[in-house]
């Protein structure tokens, strides 16, 4: 069955003077979908998430909701919630009147309202908190109610604006797990904006990565972090060596001087090319038996694994290993064929 297409960015384009913040933004979002926009600070990710909401208007460009333009349509027309990293919520209120503010509004039935209002508590697990104040919450639980509130209007998609900020470490890692479960029980479109690659690792059905404007890659997490498109995603996703290299015929790529069998193929003969290879996947050997030689630089236990740095004449890699290695130990290290990704240079 062919994925429904909710949301069509076509040809977007925004700028603030000479600043081009979104760059012929073209990008399709699907109904039900977990979908990230991941990037560094300014490169168009939470303008694009405002342009989606229609806070922002773009110079160039149309947004289709459902098949239809909604462009110049006002935000609070749109079949969209949004919920920002500071919340929002109002103080002087109570959390079940925050989550019912929207409802009444819309001058919704008294009793609807109630229903709503107990199903958004019981989903983002704070039944019996409808009198409490919004000072008297935590960070999380405001977040959730934030969610809730957004939620109870029934919106189709709706919009995160790096709403896990402003939440400790462990939290955050347990409220990515509780936002997906929650937009998988209301099974709406949830389109996510952040510059934590893994929390978008952790959430994300589709990740779309940006930079200065421009969508450098849109895939599966998975996809992401195994087949990088180019170094900036490489780089950006995830811990990685990336080192120049020659492709010298299809499965065979020269690094350092020395040949590495690879999957890879379709270069031309002897194209200067990009190579990644992640950490955990450099093997450590004895110093004869590697393909390249280096000295551990440095070695930090991590838990499960040792990170060290081995340089060598012209490298200096990071490695994971469950090896124990001490600094200034000769080792050889090992890449297999299927763990060499080969990417074309930036142009």
């Not at 994925?3 to 977007?12: E, G, V």
């Not at 949004?82 to 109570?94: C, N």
Request: aromatic share 6%; hydrophobic share 35%.
């Amino acid at each position: 069955m062919e994925k429904k297409i909710i949301i069509n960015l076509k040809n977007i384009s925004k700028s603030y003077g000479d600043n081009d913040v979104l760059k012929d933004l073209n990008l399709k979002i699907y109904e039900n979908e977990f979908l990230t926009l991941l990037g560094p600070s300014g490169c168009g990710k939470t303008t694009t998430l405002r342009i989606i909401g229609g806070f922002e208007s773009s110079d160039e460009g149309v947004v289709e909701f459902e098949g239809q333009d909604i462009t110049n349509l006002e935000p609070y027309k749109r079949e969209i919630n949004t919920v920002f990293q500071k919340y929002a919520l109002f103080p002087h209120l109570t959390v079940g009147e925050n989550i019912d503010f929207g409802l009444n509004i819309k001058k919704i039935d008294k009793k609807e309202i109630e229903t709503r209002r107990r199903e958004m508590l019981k989903l983002v697990g704070l039944e019996g908190y409808e009198n409490r104040k919004i000072s008297s919450l935590s960070g999380g639980q405001q977040q959730r109610i934030a969610i809730a509130r957004a939620l109870v209007n029934r919106p189709k998609v709706l919009l995160l604006d790096e709403p896990l900020g402003a939440l400790d470490l462990k939290l955050r890692k347990d409220m990515q797990v509780e936002l997906k479960a929650i937009q998988e029980r209301v099974g709406i479109t949830f389109v996510y904006v952040t510059h934590d690659q893994e929390e978008a690792l952790t959430m994300s059905d589709t990740i779309v990565v940006l930079n200065n404007g421009i969508i450098q890659q849109i895939g599966k997490p998975i996809d992401i972090y195994n087949e990088p498109k180019n170094s900036f995603v490489a780089d950006f996703i995830g811990e990685s060596n990336i080192q120049d290299g020659i492709m010298k015929e299809d499965f065979l790529v020269d690094i350092l001087g020395v040949d590495f069998v690879c999957v890879d193929k379709g270069f031309s003969k002897n194209e200067n090319v990009d190579v990644v290879v992640r950490p955990e996947d450099v093997e450590i050997d004895p110093p004869e038996k590697g393909q390249l030689r280096g000295r551990v630089e440095s070695s930090v236990f991590k838990g499960v694994h040792y990170e060290m740095v081995i340089s060598g004449d012209s490298f200096r890699w990071l490695a994971q290993s469950t090896i124990s290695k001490n600094v200034g130990d000769e080792v050889g290290i090992r890449v297999i064929p299927e763990n060499i990704h080969i990417m074309r240079k930036l142009k």
